[in-house]
């Protein structure tokens, strides 16, 4: 049996995180504070409940971190259930580079979440949005971190997979405007000759921070991008165009190049299915069917390589925001309803204090 506490914790998880409330409508309870933390991160606490546990959010790949207002808004709701919740800030992450850097981030996040003094005594448990599972698995797995419970959500653990995804390379569309953050990420090791590196990269993270801050255009099959892509084409240096082209999905090429550069073995710590046996807290995974960014298969991978993980289909995650209430009931049989809500009061349960 639940206890009222836990019941109660439950109830508010579910209200605020279901699709029958506005994803911009945030619990009134909570109040944040500032870290300095890797330049700016911040401490959620309920103003009504002492909290039972401590949770420490794994960062997308976003430009905006914890000020992303997503995931301001989802640590906000952890905390109204009664946790302690620290969103940190990863300059790796938020200088859009899928890279190794993000570790070390992680890691430092959890040292300061020991030295708050609220966090003391309480279980810490972590979770891992899209690409935050390459620090916060490697973080899962360190006996030192001592993180009881990971939760994986639109998470990968395949590289070469992923990377074909987000190069737009795969047999079914994807998001075609994650491909320069996979080139600027891999550019050093790409058998390839560049003029002007530094400004190489700095357009191609233009053109993703122009675009990723436009609604609706980060979608399979999406070319309202393009007149950014051709803008910033006309700052390149004449050498590297074709390159940065090819970085931005206009030309062909790219998976091919971020796929040789994974074969010069110099991203090793990017490969996460051999990390998974030495996981000793929970892992469960939630990832949704239609995920055009971290293909649904890369929950199958996940629970093939740790038999141990507990893994959930829902069909409301998508990935930059949550399905809308009047398109899963157009979308869902009664029984896929049916199996719907399962996954989302297992998803309820993972996150309960």
Same mark, same amino acid.
């Given at each position: ?121 309480? %279980? ?5 949005? &899209? =690409?935050?599972? *390459?620090?916060?698995? $490697?973080?899962? +797995?360190?006996?030192? /971190? #001592? ?67 436009? %609604? ?5 099959? &999406? =070319?309202?991008? *393009?007149?950014?892509? $051709?803008?910033? +084409?006309?700052?390149? /240096? #004449? ?67 740790? %038999? ?21 009931? #157009? ?23």
């Amino acid at each position: 049996m639940i206890a009222a506490d836990d019941a109660r914790a439950r109830a508010r998880l579910a209200w605020w995180l279901g699709p029958w409330v506005s994803s911009t409508a945030t619990p009134p309870d909570v109040v944040r504070t500032r870290l300095a933390l890797g330049g700016g991160s911040y401490v959620y606490r309920s103003t009504r409940l002492a909290p039972r546990v401590a949770w420490l959010v794994s960062p997308g790949l976003h430009p905006d971190g914890p000020d992303d207002p997503r995931q301001d808004r989802f640590a906000r709701v952890l905390a109204a259930a009664g946790a302690l919740v620290l969103s940190p800030r990863s300059p790796t992450l938020t200088g859009l580079r899928l890279a190794a850097g993000a570790i070390t981030d992680l890691a430092a996040a959890r040292a300061a979440l020991a030295e708050l003094h609220e966090a003391r005594g309480l %279980p810490v448990r972590l979770v891992s949005p &899209s =690409v935050g599972s *390459l620090a916060g698995l $490697h973080l899962a +797995a360190d006996p030192a /971190a #001592a993180i009881t419970r990971t939760v994986m959500i639109g998470g990968y653990v395949d590289l070469a997979a992923q990377v074909q995804t987000l190069c737009n390379a795969d047999p079914v569309p994807r998001d075609p405007t994650n491909q320069p953050v996979v080139m600027a990420t891999f550019l050093d090791h790409m058998p390839v000759t560049v003029a002007d590196r530094a400004g190489l990269r700095a357009a191609w993270d233009a053109v993703t921070r122009e675009v990723w801050a436009v %609604p609706g255009w980060a979608r399979p099959g &999406s =070319v309202a991008h *393009l007149d950014v892509v $051709h803008r910033r +084409a006309a700052t390149v /240096a #004449a050498a590297d165009r074709d390159l940065f082209l090819i970085g931005c999905g206009v030309k062909p090429g790219g998976a091919a190049l971020a796929a040789a550069a994974l074969a010069t073995g110099a991203y090793r710590s990017h490969e996460l299915r051999p990390l998974l046996p030495a996981i000793t807290g929970e892992l469960i995974a939630f990832h949704g069917p239609s995920d055009a960014c971290v293909p649904i298969e890369q929950l199958d991978a996940l629970l093939a390589a740790a %038999p141990r993980a507990r893994g959930h289909r829902l069909a409301g995650l998508a990935h930059a925001a949550p399905h809308s209430l009047r398109d899963l009931l #157009a979308a869902l049989s009664p029984a896929a309803a049916i199996a719907e809500l399962r996954a989302f009061a297992a998803l309820v349960a993972a996150l309960a204090p």
